[in-house]
Structure formats: structure tokens, C-alpha cells
């Protein structure tokens, strides 16, 4: 004889409990598709290097769907890299690149993106070529690498790029020592203390630049950002090149130049190298060398872009 015990009235409870909480939430997404129906024919008549779309807030989409943050996070960061990427594809010119990038959407969705799934390093390493140095915000891009940091809390590269934002752009050397020295200790690399004992004194930035930029580039994943990192790299080696030639003058006359023409009128260099950000090199009063587009494409473009790009809210936890 076979036993068929009673319904559990605790488990029919609790399923039709379940039951309404999928019909609410299917009730909402519902309402979210048609909302966004009248969004997505407007897109659609838009170039494609135009498109980033309508991106919800994150606390919605993890009340919505609590189970797929992580597919979500990946999903929308793949809309921005997408984005970005044709623009990069389009825009040959990288002064009329920064004229078509929507910076402001592109740094919510990025912040969207981590608050959903805080471990895709993709997310920091695309918001940290973007933000500082296409639109200048070292603070916020540190936030969001620091933010980071407290999830992937075994990963030196946010540290180190942390490191570099405070050193090269924002003068805190005493900082940046601390999160070099922090990148040696989790990575295990000599390379880094030795570097947060540089930075404690006046350190020459532009070889600074070019070692920061050679370990973005190895490490980088998406195709967009690798060739943006090229060219800054090949920006700052021009500006390396200079750098040598007239510190080779003053070796060998005695003297500084007056002006990066002396350099290329007695030798020290075949021609002045172009600054692949649109803008001219020269020289400054006191003997350095710098252009006029300060490596940024909002600069390099002529008149200088605003561009905010504050996120609505801090990042924080939740």
C-alpha cells in the first residue's frame, strides 16, 4: 500500500508566495519591454555608432533579476565596448573622435556595470582609458578603481593604475607609493617597490607614462581600448624622443635650446615627431617639453570639450 503524505500547508504557503513574486516582477518587466519599444524604434533610426541605448538603473535591475548580476554587468559593458569601438573604427582622426563619443553615457553605463558585477576587470580597465584620459576625471576613475579594490582585493593592476592616476595627474607621489607598494605585496614583484621608492621624489613623468601604458597594453582584453593605448604610447615616445634630443643638446653645447627648431638645425633629431593627438610640441621656459594637447583628445581637438561625467550617485556598497 502505497503512503501519500499531506501537502505541507507550510510549503503550499510558500509556493503561492513564490508564485505572486513571479507574477509581480513579470508584470514589471512586461511594462519595461513596452516602455522601451517606443526607445528602441527611435535607436533603430540612428547610425549604428550612435547606439548605446537606455540603460535602467542598477538597483532596479538587481531587484528585477538578483540572479543574473553578473550577466547583466557583462552584458551592458559589451554594449559600451561595442559603442566605443565603432566610433574608434569610424573615426580614423582622433580629434573627430572625441566630438562623437557620448562620455556621459558611457561613464553611467560603466558604473552601472560595476555596481551589478564589481569583480569584471574589463569594466575598470575600460573606465580607466576612458575617464582619465579622454575627459580628465582622475578622481572619479579612482573611485571606481578603488571601489574595486574592495572586491578584487587579490588583482595589483587596480592598485597600480590607482598609483599612476595619483603620480602622473594629480601630484600625490605620497600616495601613489602607498598603492605601488600595495601592487608589490599582491603581485610579488620587486618592480613595484622599487617604484613606490621613486615616487617619493620627483620622478621624471614621462618615463612614468610609458612603463604605466606598456603594462595597460599587455593586459588589456578589448580591442577598442588596446588601440587607444597605442596611440597615447606613441605619443609619449615621440615626446621621450624630444626629451633626449634636448637634454643631448645641453650635453654637447653647453646650453638649453631656444626652441625645438635648434634641435632639428644642428642634428639632435632628423624632424620634430607629430603629436598624434593633433596638437604641437615645444618647449617651455624652463626647459621642458610639452604640447599643446596635453595628450587629451577634448585638447588635441582645438577648443576644449566640458564634458561631465559625474555618475548620478557615489559608488558605494550597497
Not at 11 to 40: K, N, W
Not at 50 to 62: D, S, T, V, W, Y
Not at 76 to 85: C, K
Not at 132 to 152: H, I, P, Q, T
Amino acid at each position: 500500500m502505497d503512503f501519500c503524505p499531506a501537502a505541507d500547508p507550510v510549503s503550499v504557503g510558500e509556493m503561492m508566495r513564490r508564485l505572486g513574486i513571479f507574477a509581480f516582477f513579470g508584470v514589471l518587466l512586461t511594462l519595461y519591454v513596452q516602455l522601451l519599444g517606443p526607445v528602441r524604434q527611435v535607436m533603430e533610426q540612428r547610425p549604428f555608432v550612435e547606439k548605446l541605448g537606455l540603460i535602467p538603473h542598477p538597483q532596479a535591475l538587481k531587484l528585477l533579476f538578483p540572479d543574473f548580476r553578473a550577466l547583466l554587468g557583462a552584458t551592458i559593458l559589451g554594449r559600451v565596448t561595442l559603442y566605443f569601438g565603432g566610433l574608434v573604427e569610424h573615426f580614423d582622426d582622433p580629434r573627430l573622435l572625441v566630438k562623437a563619443v557620448d562620455y556621459p553615457a558611457m561613464s553611467r553605463a560603466i558604473h552601472t556595470a560595476v555596481k551589478l558585477d564589481p569583480y569584471n576587470m574589463d569594466a575598470y580597465y575600460f573606465g580607466q582609458a576612458v575617464l582619465v584620459w579622454d575627459v580628465g576625471k582622475y578622481r572619479l576613475a579612482n573611485e571606481l578603481l578603488e571601489y574595486g579594490m574592495r572586491y578584487r582585493n587579490w588583482d595589483w593592476q587596480l592598485p597600480f593604475f590607482v598609483g599612476f592616476n595619483k603620480a602622473y595627474f594629480l601630484g600625490d607621489l605620497e600616495g601613489a607609493a602607498k598603492m605601488y607598494m600595495r601592487a608589490g605585496e599582491l603581485s610579488g614583484a620587486a618592480m613595484f617597490k622599487t617604484l613606490a621608492g621613486r615616487y617619493l621624489q620627483e620622478v621624471g613623468k614621462t618615463e612614468m607614462a610609458i612603463g604605466y601604458l606598456e603594462t595597460q597594453l599587455a593586459g588589456a582584453r578589448i580591442a577598442s581600448v588596446k588601440k587607444v593605448l597605442r596611440l597615447r604610447l606613441t605619443a609619449f615616445k615621440a615626446l621621450r624622443q624630444i626629451e633626449e634630443a634636448v637634454d643631448g643638446y645641453r650635453r654637447r653645447y653647453g646650453e638649453w635650446p631656444l626652441g625645438l627648431e635648434d634641435l632639428t638645425a644642428r642634428g639632435m633629431l632628423a624632424e620634430i615627431p607629430e603629436d598624434p593627438y593633433g596638437g604641437r610640441f615645444y618647449l617651455t621656459e624652463d626647459h621642458r617639453v610639452r604640447t599643446t594637447s596635453k595628450f587629451s583628445l577634448t585638447l588635441g581637438a582645438g577648443k576644449k570639450k566640458k564634458v561631465d561625467v559625474t555618475p548620478e550617485e557615489t559608488l558605494r556598497d550597497d
